[in-house]
């Protein structure tokens, strides 16, 4: 396994909530990102951070309540959620990249995938 998600779960609208990502082997350092999908959607963007931690990047839908961190000694990232809305719903994948192109956003381009966490949040 070479990235392993954790830390999902059913919350409520406003809740909080920290999910992790440990990377291993091959997905290991890496600029690294969170993506959502939710059912009968695509896989989107939620949140992008490099290898070092010094820069990050968010969708515009979560700017302001999601925050993304990354703790590299223990090879994990994190994606802390706060005041979370129905529409937060979805699976949430972590994923390596390993060659930055100029963009976080294309799915494509990740080269690791972890296997998803469930994140439902109830009105």
């Known amino acids: 396994v070479q990235l392993q998600a954790s830390g999902g779960g059913l919350v409520q609208a406003g809740d909080s909530l920290r999910i992790s990502c440990v990377a291993s082997g091959r997905a290991s350092g890496y600029a690294k990102g969170w993506f959502r999908q939710a059912p009968g959607k695509e896989r989107d963007l939620v949140a992008a951070i490099d290898w070092s931690g010094g820069r990050t990047h968010y969708a515009d839908s979560v700017k302001g309540r999601f925050t993304i961190s990354r703790d590299n000694a223990k090879n994990t990232i994190y994606l802390q959620m706060n005041n979370l809305k129905p529409d937060d719903t979805g699976v949430y994948f972590c994923?390596?990249?390993?060659?930055?192109?100029?963009?976080?956003?294309?799915?494509?381009?990740?080269?690791?995938w972890g296997q998803g966490t469930l994140v439902t949040v109830s009105s």
């Open positions: 994923a390596s990249l390993t060659v930055y192109s100029g963009t976080y956003y294309d799915p494509g381009l990740y080269q690791y």
